[in-house]
Each structure stands twice: as structure tokens, then as C-alpha cells.
């Protein structure tokens, strides 16, 4: 992130150039667009036949898919509500989905059987993600510049733990208890400047300054919540699912999007005319990165990113075959002062380099068999490289330490399961996921070591899912998951339940339980000789959600218990592993701290002719212990979390141009904090950081011309300018507490064309 002084400084030149850009091309005629797509089974990924597709919007249309399960509309520009009806199946009831003029919309679904027969299908949209991420919300929410893990704090039970980065907290548990993955398997942190927002300028394990994943890139994905599915695993809080879409098969495509964060170029379309295979192929340029290079001044901190992100689908006889990969590398520098008079933070007497390199690349092949049985494999290695330099900026400074840190971290992860369905009534998953880790971490301190150390493990996850149905009314999953980590022979059999009760066509009580366990972060396990035995983290999960949908309202109350065990802990340190972070820990660690949340997760969503409103409330504890029964707060226990996303768009008269105002406001107590420097009392939060407040706006234009669109958007994060507190530090300079702020007011301008 910038300040606004370094944003309005470089505003003039970068808008008048944008309204050049936008005034360039004239508007000739409206032409119909295309709205396409295909329908699977979910349980056997064939294509389904004669399924009933309703498009409802600024106007109707019909369509039935063909004997390869594909549908296509030509349709005005605009908003629309997708639904599909099938004999058998569930509906579906997709919103917002956005017809761009110039750009084809593939809108694709799987269906999910009845586990009866049933009387004529009603409507009733299948939800199996606790956030939906597309393309509409990651570009249409107030402040989220386009990055997913932004989205996610929209919701219940999820908070951000600062507004330079995207790292969440899940109902007060560590950010390190989250997990990435990409089209199903396990993939290390896939953001850039992993440092940003940090006490200790430090990487994070789970997030960072500017999301890697760009949205042009994905499908519908989606961010879980425990109790999780026998076929998650080595996770505690929460799984970010992201899938890429296919490009498209038909016609060549441009995305161009510019704005002061970064620039995007996106190409997709056909290898050749007699194929269906396609690529989809996106690069990015900070934008900041850039105007630096051209002699803007942003101040005393330069930060540089790009990213290079692809996705080819190969559709081969009956499989569906898709590469994806992608790698980054982000840079700040921080130059110091080498005028006492000038130094005003004990930062300032150091020149920090931070360097960071991130790839990942996979394969997945889903192949069906017959009608009622497909296969899945995904294969995926990724890693990271993390450099950070730390010298006196000025021989004035002779006696501030020289660091040197270096951080590798490597993922090679698969997984292959298979699908079953039994009759119309039942289906069984059943397989397994594979993992090597290695991670090599080394820090230095005036050429002497402080922490090093490699580590080496592979992880076995075997699996079992069987669901099925009793009557009409009761809807059932039972499952296993194994848990088998090589490097200390740690086994573990981890039972799933989920029993749902449709109470009526409308509304449904759904009971939820499971068990998991997560390894521990590298970093600890390097901290002292001994910590190379620490066991995974466990936990059971316990979950009651009430759902009620009717006409275009939702209403999700959910109340949860959750329990952990095998945290790692220091009794005279006072540390427990359950509030780590990314801190440099040095000390023996074991495997006895507990924890607990509990609490409840309320949301309600309002979709109605443009009109969105998701207004989300949690009210939970987060507490652990220290090998005893005394319980203290977490670290990352506000208490409560408030929000309210809202939006309405405007079509203007002539029918082609729209415009959107978008709001979201946050609200909570602050985070818990140390409020003593001595070592038994350094790792204990028993001070509450004052409570949060922010409300951000987003104002954006929206022109469909003849074969093109143009989007504007002005996005301001914490427009009101609040001052929230982000934490409280000494400074070795001023030899005083410090205050660190959260970021002021933030304006981002872009400008998007679709081609």
C-alpha cells in the first residue's frame, strides 16, 4: 500500500491520460453478447442433457443444454440471475452475473443429485462453500483491490488483522492455522510482500501485502470454514479453494486493467480453430514498480512486484486435462536516514532490502468412466524463497546490528480420489493426498547464527466420504480422514459427520462435527534442538447452522465449540503456539497448550435487481492455556466482528452504460497485545488494543460499446479517514512505547477493458 500523499501526487497526469484512453473509442451500436456454458453431474462429471437454463435480468431467456451438456444465449449486456432446473437434480441459482460487451461469459455448473426421487424439482440454490468467491464479488466489493482473501473478510467470523496485508484470523484463532490450495491440493503462500503490516518486517506464513492470484484467472471458488469434509485435511480455521477457468475455446479475448496498484494484461482464447483446447495468460506490473522506475518519488520505501500466471485446458477424449502455474517476485526497499536530525523511529537507522520469489505450477486430469463413476488427480509443486538484508544506514549508526534471513519453502502435493454414485441415493468418495514439505530457514545476526535448520516431511492423507439420504427430509455424510506424518511416525484416524434435517422447502438445521490436525510452522520446529518432536495440532469441531432462503433472502445463523489440543507452549515464556504469528521464537517448545472458541456466526444476504446487502455478525471467544486450567484471552480475540456490505447499480437510459456505488463498513474490538517486555510476560496479551473502525466506498462507471467494455472505478479504503491503532511497540531510538496506525485514507484509481 501507498500513502495518500504519494497517490494525489501522481493523480493529475495518470487520470487525464485514463480519460484519453476512455474518450478514444466511440460508441456504435449495441450488439447482443454471448452467455454460455456447461452442466455436469457433481458426482460423475458427465455432461447433462436437456437441463433447463432460465436467464432473468434487464430481460428473460430460455435456453435447454445439448448432448454434450453445453447451453448458449445471446443477451444484452448487463446483470443477470442464472437458474438451472434438471429432473433429479437440485437447482441452482447462480446472482450477478455480469454480461460484458466484447467478452464472452461462461458461466459453468455442477449439479448436484436428490439422493431420492422426489416430486417435481423445487427451487432451492445449493450452497457448498461458507464464502462464494466470483469474479463479481472480487471486483464489485468496496476496497478489496481485486484480491480474494479481501473479499473473505466481508463475512461472519473472519477478520483482517491489518489494512497493509491479507492475512485473516478465523473466530480468533492464528492466521498459520489457514491453508491455501489450488484446484484441490496444498500450495504454499501465494501473496506477495509477505512482510507488509508485520511488527518484525518478517514474512507471513498466510497472506501478505498484494494478492499473487489475479482475478481474471479464476472460476467460482470459495473460502471453507471448520468443521470441514472428510476430504480436507491438515488444517485448523480455514481452506482457500481457488479454481481457474478455462480460456476460451471460441474467440481470442484482451483484458487490459490499469490502476495505482498494479497493471494487468490478460490474453485467452482458442489453440486453433479445429481444437478445444485453450490458454489463458495473464501478467502484472506494480504500478508503483513502474512510476518509480520513471523518477516518481513515493518516499523513503520503494515496493516492486510483477507476477506471470497461466492456464491451459486440454479437453483429450473423454478427460479434461488443465496446466495452471504461476510465479511472482516482489521487493521493498527501505532507505534510512543518515542525518540524526532527521531519524525520528529507530527504523530509520537501518537500509532493509526484503526480496521474495514465489512458483507454482500443477496439473489436474479428471476423467469420467462410465455414467456413474469419474476419477481425479491433481499434482502440484510450488515453493517460495524469502531474502531479507538489514545494515546501519549511516556510520552514525555503528552499533546497530547487521541481519541476514533467508527462508525456503518447498511443496510438491497430489491428491487422486474417485467418485461413486450408488443408484440415485447415495455417492462415495474415496482416495488419498500425498506431501512433501521442506523447509530451510536461516538467520543471522552480525555474521552469527540465530535460528537455522532444515525440515523434512511427508505427509499421507488417505480418505473416505460416503453421503446418502433417509426418506426426503434427512440428508446425511459420514467419513474418515488419516493423518499420517513420516518425520516422528504421528498417526491419527480423524472422524466427519454432517446430519441436515430439511425442516421445509425453504429452510433446513444442519449439525456439523470433526476432527483435524495441522503440523506445525517450520519456524517453530527449528526454534530449539528439541522441537523437532512437536506433534500436530488438533482439533474438534462442533457446529449447529440454521439456513433460511426465500425469494432472494438468506439467513445463516450458525453457533460452534471448538476445541484444540498438542499446542505447542513455553510455560516460563508464557508463549502458546495457538497466537503465533510470524515472531522469531528461540526456545524449547511442547506439546501441551490447548485452546477453545466458541461463539456465533450470523449472516444475512439480500440480492434484489441490482441491489445487493450482506450485513454479518459474530460474537465469539478465543482463549488458551498454558499446560494448566487457567484460561487467558487469545491474541487474536476481539471479541466481536461487524460488517455490512452493500451496493446497488444504476442502468442509465440509453440501456449500455451503468454505474455502481458500493459500501462496506467494519467494526470490532482491536486485537489483544503484551503489555510488558519481560521475557515471562512478552508472549501474554492481557491488553485490548482499542476497538476498530472503517468504512470504504466504491464508486465505478461501467460503458458496453460495439465490441468492447470499459470500467471505471474509484475504490477509497477507510474513507472516513478513521485512525485505528494497529499495535503499540518500543522504540530503541526514542526509548519510548510507539504507536503503529493503521492506514488512513487510501484512494485507488483503475480502469478496466474487456476487448
Request: glycine content about 6%; proline content about 3%; aromatic content about 12%.
Amino acid at each position: 500500500m501507498i500513502g495518500s500523499k504519494g497517490v494525489f501526487s501522481i493523480l493529475p497526469g495518470w487520470f487525464f491520460l485514463s480519460i484519453t484512453l476512455l474518450l478514444s473509442t466511440e460508441f456504435i451500436s449495441q450488439n447482443q453478447e454471448v452467455l454460455r456454458g456447461r452442466c455436469v453431474s457433481e458426482s460423475t462429471q458427465n455432461p447433462l442433457t436437456d437441463v433447463t437454463v432460465f436467464v432473468s435480468g434487464i430481460e428473460s431467456y430460455t435456453a435447454q443444454t445439448d448432448s454434450n451438456g453445453n447451453y448458449e444465449l445471446l443477451v444484452s449486456a448487463g446483470n443477470y440471475q442464472i437458474m438451472l432446473e434438471h429432473p433429479g437434480f437440485k437447482s441452482q441459482v447462480r446472482e450477478n452475473v455480469i454480461v460484458s460487451a466484447g467478452k464472452h461469459s461462461v458461466q459453468n455448473f455442477d449439479m448436484s443429485e436428490y439422493k431420492v426421487n422426489l416430486d417435481p424439482v423445487t427451487v432451492k440454490p445449493e450452497k457448498d462453500k461458507d464464502v462464494e468467491l466470483s469474479l463479481w464479488n472480487i471486483q464489485q466489493y468496496a476496497a478489496v483491490f481485486y484480491d480474494p482473501a479481501r473479499v473473505v473478510n466481508s463475512h461472519a467470523g473472519v477478520v483482517n488483522s491489518d489494512d497493509q496485508a491479507n492475512q485473516l484470523t478465523v473466530r480468533g484463532t492464528s492466521p498459520n492455522y489457514i491453508q491455501w490450495k489450488m484446484e484441490g491440493v496444498e500450495v504454499v503462500n501465494p501473496n506477495h510482500l509477505e512482510n507488509a503490516g508485520t511488527l518484525n518486517d518478517r514474512p507471513a506464513l498466510n497472506g501478505g501485502g498484494v494478492s499473487m492470484i489475479s482475478a481474471q484467472l479464476l472460476e467460482t471458488s470459495g473460502f471453507r470454514m471448520a468443521p470441514f469434509s472428510p476430504l480436507s485435511g491438515n488444517v485448523l480455521s480455514g481452506i482457500f479453494d481457488l479454481r481457474f477457468r478455462a480460456g476460451n475455446e471460441k474467440k481470442m479475448e484482451r483484458t487490459v486493467q490499469a490502476s495505482f496498484l498494479g497493471t494487468d494484461i490478460c490474453l485467452e482464447g482458442p489453440f486453433s480453430k479445429k481444437s478445444k483446447a485453450s490458454y489463458l495468460v495473464n501478467f502484472r506490473y506494480s504500478t508503483i514498480g513502474l512510476l518509480s522506475k520513471l523518477g516518481v518519488n513515493f518516499g523513503d520505501e520503494k515496493t516492486n512486484y510483477k507476477d506471470l500466471s497461466f492456464v491451459i485446458n486440454y479437453p483429450f477424449r473423454n478427460n479434461t486435462v488443465k496446466l495452471f502455474g504461476m510465479i511472482g517476485n516482489s521487493e521493498t526497499l527501505f532507505q534510512g536516514k543518515d542525518d540524526s536530525l532527521k531519524v525520528k523511529m529507530q527504523k530509520e537507522l537501518q537500509d532493509i532490502n526484503y526480496n521474495s520469489l514465489t512458483s507454482i505450477s500443477g496439473l489436474s486430469i479428471t476423467t469420467p468412466l462410465s455414467n456413474t463413476f469419474f476419477v481425479k488427480t491433481v499434482v502440484a509443486y510450488s515453493s517460495k524463497e524469502v531474502t531479507r538484508n538489514s545494515a546501519p544506514s549511516s556510520n552514525l549508526w555503528k552499533n546497530e546490528i547487521e541481519e541476514a534471513d533467508k527462508y525456503n519453502q518447498q511443496k510438491l502435493s497430489g491428491v487422486c480420489f474417485l467418485s461413486k454414485r450408488i443408484a440415485n441415493h447415495s455417492r462415495m468418495k474415496a482416495g488419498s493426498y500425498v506431501n512433501y514439505f521442506m523447509t530451510r530457514i536461516n538467520s543471522l545476526v552480525n555474521d552469527v547464527q540465530k535460528v537455522g535448520g532444515t525440515i523434512n516431511e511427508s505427509l499421507v492423507q488417505p480418505f473416505l466420504s460416503f453421503e446418502s439420504s433417509i426418506l426426503r427430509k434427512v440428508e446425511f455424510q459420514f467419513g474418515l480422514h488419516g493423518f499420517y506424518q513420516d518425520r516422528i511416525k504421528y498417526f491419527a484416524l480423524q472422524p466427519r459427520a454432517m446430519v441436515k434435517y430439511l425442516l421445509t422447502d425453504e429452510q433446513e438445521l444442519s449439525f456439523n462435527y470433526g476432527e483435524s490436525a495441522q503440523l506445525q510452522p517450520a519456524n517453530l520446529y527449528v526454534a530449539d534442538a528439541q522441537n523437532g518432536e512437536l506433534k500436530p495440532t488438533r482439533s474438534q469441531s462442533f457446529s449447529l447452522t440454521h439456513l433460511l432462503k426465500f425469494r432472494s433472502n438468506t439467513f445463516k445463523t450458525e453457533l460452534y465449540y471448538q476445541l484444540y489440543d498438542q499446542v505447542p507452549i513455553n510455560v516460563s515464556q508464557g508463549f502458546s503456539a495457538f497466537n503465533y504469528f510470524n515472531e522469531a521464537i528461540v526456545f524449547e517448545l511442547v506439546s501441551k497448550g490447548k485452546g477453545v472458541v466458541y461463539g456465533l456466526d450470523f449472516t444475512y444476504e439480500k440480492y434484489f435487481k441490482g441491489f445487493y446487502m450482506i450485513p454479518s455478525f459474530s460474537i465469539y471467544n478465543s482463549a488458551y492455556t498454558l499446560g494448566s486450567t487457567n484460561l487467558y484471552n487469545a491474541r487474536f480475540n476481539t471479541g466481536y466482528n461487524a460488517v455490512l456490505t452493500c451496493g446497488k447499480e444504476f442502468r442509465l437510459k440509453d440501456g449500455r452504460r451503468y454505474i455502481s456505488i458500493d459500501l462496506r463498513g467494519i467494526s470490532r474490538n482491536g486485537y489483544m497485545e503484551s503489555a510488558s517486555n519481560e521475557p515471562s510476560m512478552r508472549y501474554t496479551y492481557s491488553e485490548q488494543i482499542p476497538s476498530y473502525f472503517r468504512m470504504d466506498l466504491r464508486v465505478s462507471y461501467r460503458k458496453n460499446r460495439e465490441k468492447s467494455t470499459v470500467i471505471w472505478a474509484l475504490d477509497i479504503q477507510n474513507v472516513s479517514n478513521n485512525q485505528n491503532v494497529a499495535y503499540h511497540y518500543f522504540d530503541r531510538f526514542t526509548q519510548n512505547t510507539e504507536t503503529r496506525y493503521q492506514l488512513g485514507l487510501i484512494p485507488v484509481l483503475s480502469y478496466k477493458i474487456y476487448f
